[in-house]
């Protein structure tokens, strides 16, 4: 793997490597070199699996981290590429020309992220939350107690609880 992340920093401005475990490596790279890294680690590198892209918001930093995961099968290894793309201007290029499935992670990604993917697949229909019209719920700035009681009407009886108190009481009761 050593040998890999050598040949991939001659090529693409890698700003982190992250080695987890002895089969499972994050590198970050710059927004424009993502996609071309990752048809090199599937064309060249035999990384012929896409495992998962998923994303995190770093909303006080002010961007996104997305994260393909891909694998590589021969040597049992997975390589994650991580990307951080801007949170006003949530937009990247699809991958979906690569791995058809690439479509349904995008497609979820701009749902609940607002995350968009231009040219991907159906990117624009609804996926899992139709009819919705609030800001993306993964967003963390996405109030979700305060969507919840706008939304849904309180249930009589019902009692909210302080969670480390009522944790507290729970496990240690003579206390």
């Given at each position: ?30 927004k424009m ?17 896409l495992v ?124």
């Amino acid at each position: 793997m050593k040998n890999l992340i050598e040949r991939l920093k001659k090529q693409f401005k890698i700003s982190e490597v992250v080695f987890q475990r002895d089969n499972e490596i994050f590198l970050t790279v710059e927004k424009m070199d993502a996609v071309s890294m990752i048809t090199q680690l599937r064309d060249l590198e035999g990384f012929t699996h896409l495992v998962l892209l998923t994303a995190v918001d770093w909303l006080e930093e002010g961007y996104f981290q997305l994260t393909y995961l891909l694998n590589n099968y021969e040597k049992k290894t997975d390589l994650g590429v991580r990307v951080k793309i801007d949170r006003d201007k949530a937009e990247m290029t699809s991958i979906h020309h690569l791995w058809k499935t690439a479509a349904t992670y995008q497609r979820e990604l701009k749902e609940m992220f607002g995350i968009d993917f231009p040219g991907s697949p159906r990117v624009d229909e609804s996926f899992i939350l139709e009819g919705w019209d609030n800001i993306p719920p993964y967003r963390r700035d996405f109030d979700t107690k305060k969507y919840s009681e706008e939304t849904y009407f309180p249930r009589p009886g019902r009692k909210t609880h302080d969670p480390a108190e009522y944790m507290k009481k729970k496990l240690y009761p003579e206390d």
